[in-house]
């Protein structure tokens, strides 16, 4: 499995033999997202992205589907950003059986390439909470991540 949490302070990457329960206490500081994502280019920029934007957060990454649903049911990350095009099961997939387990409540979020309305109409009918469209519009993310942390503290 790859997971790397970017953040100022730590990188955790579990090639490196790191133990999950080190990656679960680091859970107690910081909001965790999740960003299930197979493309090296876009992952090197939500990386970017968030440790410019976002020092608050440590960010996770999973490049299959399967990868992202092990770190979810480990893990439980506050929030989950999924691309839909994944190697083996795809996020619409990986969604329905997050969203089918009862003890999973987090709000999960498409970041596709798929971009025609019958597309994005497919992706929130299957129920994610928002859908976010490639090329990033850097700003809308900002915005979308923003709104569900504010959420997020408001909880914990």
Do not use: C, W
């Amino acid at each position: 499995m790859s997971i790397f949490a970017v953040n100022k302070t730590a990188k955790f990457d579990r090639s490196e033999n790191n133990s999950d329960d080190s990656l679960m206490n680091n859970k107690n500081n910081k909001i965790t997202v999740l960003y299930v994502e197979d493309n090296a280019e876009n992952i090197k920029l939500m990386r970017h992205i968030f440790e410019g934007l976002f020092s608050s957060v440590e960010l996770l990454i999973a490049i299959t589907g399967e990868e992202g649903l092990e770190v979810i049911n480990k893990i439980q990350p506050d929030l989950i950003l999924m691309d839909i095009d994944l190697p083996g099961i795809d996020g619409i997939t990986a969604l329905r059986q997050i969203k089918s387990n009862d003890q999973l409540k987090m709000p999960v979020i498409a970041i596709s390439a798929y971009a025609t309305q019958a597309q994005i109409n497919k992706g929130m009918n299957a129920g994610f909470d928002e859908y976010i469209t490639k090329p990033l519009n850097v700003s809308k993310l900002k915005e979308t991540i923003s709104r569900y942390m504010e959420k997020i503290r408001a909880t914990t």
